[in-house]
């Protein structure tokens, strides 16, 4: 007997629109690290023309990936994101390891922003009570759980505002940048020279490519849009223009605001600038403004996250009860899952070795999904494409090197973390033999 209070197993909603789609990549991407990296970038470079050009070539790659998978998220309009493209390209093995590397990478995304959204939440009190980490991020991850129960129209609605919130604050954070901080005193800061400079270039883009992760996050929602061949190519890349016109933005309003110098060696440059503007208030105003970006990326990291095991447990690559969803439209089995692990990570304090791990998962899963399409371009051609890759087949291949150049650069960067990542890749297969001969 079905039981009443859901819909029949595996029944999204469909109810979405561009709306949410430009909300949750904006939402699921910008986050703290427009207010950290660019210190960290100008350290590296030390010039503001090349400063701009890392974060106009981190855009120019985010938007090559995000017309790899609105293609792919138009031709399989499916709920799960990476997975499904891997599962229809590559059979199930391949499937179930990018949906394994996946669910892997953000179940410890959730785990990370929860805690550092407890971490700046302490910062607020007078004085400041970092033991408070722990407890607001269950809270947080609690509290989200619980809306994203209610339905998926409350989900949607936190992200649009969230979204919404957070670019006002930063458009906001420009204009008072440029009406109101006098342009300081040129104090000169050495560029390095080549060779030195081919190496700065590089590991300031890995920073940069990181800050722009999320970029992708509509396509986990495909099924559940109203029209996705008309509206994914609208909300992914108008999506992550937006991102890349925020990031540019920012930057020139720092570079304004501070002196070279100043800004290469501060750890929190928005904090800064705050400071210039509203004295002792300003580090609470970008606290607070930390907050706002870290709790819209957890609304979007726990809403897709469940999607994949959905999706997963739909083609019997995870348990078949990842598919219940409940009357508002919400993978409830698979939210609690989802849920539970990002609370497990969190009292377990591993979630840190997690995430050092997961820029080699997400450039792995970047590169799968480039793959995909060019695999199902040979073997599918009669496939509906309502969107194609501009400049096919040399504009995926850059994203492919690119990714591939970011992968090599991570492995010889930090290899003992790759080396958990490869080993937890490997761990896959067993787990994938086992649960297919309990099937």
């Known amino acids: 007997m079905v039981n009443d209070r859901r819909p029949a197993s595996g029944k999204l909603l469909r109810i979405l629109g561009v709306g949410f789609g430009l909300a949750v990549t904006v939402g699921g991407t910008i ?62 093995y391949g499937g179930f390891l990018v949906g394994w590397s996946d669910w892997i990478g953000q179940s410890g ?52 505002l969230t979204s919404l919130l ?77 991102t890349i016109a925020i990031y540019v933005l920012v930057n020139l309003a720092l570079l304004h605001a501070l002196p070279m110098r100043a800004l290469a060696q501060s750890k929190l440059p928005a904090a800064d600038v705050a400071g210039r503007l509203f004295g002792a208030a300003g580090a609470r105003i970008i606290t607070g403004l930390c907050i706002l970006s870290l709790l819209g990326i957890l609304n979007a990291v726990l809403m897709l996250t469940p999607r994949i095991l959905f999706a997963m447990g739909r083609d019997r690559l995870f348990w078949r009860r990842a598919t219940s969803v409940n009357r508002g439209g919400t993978p409830d089995v698979a939210m609690f899952l989802s849920t539970l692990a990002g609370i497990a990570l969190v009292m377990s304090g591993t979630f840190e070795k997690l995430v050092a791990i997961t820029s080699f998962f997400y450039v792995f899963i970047y590169g799968s999904g480039c793959c995909a399409l060019y695999a199902l371009r040979r073997r599918e051609p009669e496939l509906p494409r309502a969107f194609r890759v501009p400049g096919y087949p040399w504009s995926p291949l850059v994203f492919l090197l690119a990714s591939a150049a970011f992968l090599v650069g991570s492995v010889l960067s930090d290899k003992e973390n790759s080396l958990w990542a490869l080993a937890l890749i490997a761990a896959s297969y067993p787990v994938y033999l086992a649960g297919f001969r309990r099937r």
């Open 166 to 242: 957070k670019a006002a604050a930063l458009a906001a954070f420009v204009i008072l940048c440029f009406a109101l901080v006098p342009a300081p005193a040129a104090e000169p800061w050495p560029s390095p020279q080549f060779p030195a400079l081919l190496v700065a270039l590089v590991i300031a883009l890995q920073s940069v490519v990181v800050t722009y992760d999320g970029w992708y996050s509509a396509i986990y929602f495909t099924e559940e849009d109203r029209n996705p061949a008309r509206n994914m190519p609208r909300a992914l890349i108008g999506g992550i223009a937006c």
């Open 109 to 160: 995304a959730l785990a990370y922003l929860a805690t550092a959204s407890g971490e700046f939440t302490g910062q607020l009190f007078d004085p400041p009570r970092p033991e408070a980490a722990r407890p607001v991020a269950v809270a947080l991850l609690s509290a989200f759980a619980l809306l994203h129960w209610t339905g998926l129209r409350a989900g949607s609605r936190a992200q649009g």
């Open 31 to 92: 986050g703290v690290g427009i207010l950290r990296t660019p210190g960290m970038v100008a350290a590296q470079l030390g010039s503001s023309w090349w400063i701009l050009g890392v974060w106009i070539c981190g855009g120019a790659y985010a938007l090559l990936g995000t017309m790899v998978v609105t293609e792919l998220a138009v031709s399989l309009p499916l709920a799960g994101g990476w997975y499904v493209y891997a599962r229809r390209a590559f059979g199930k």
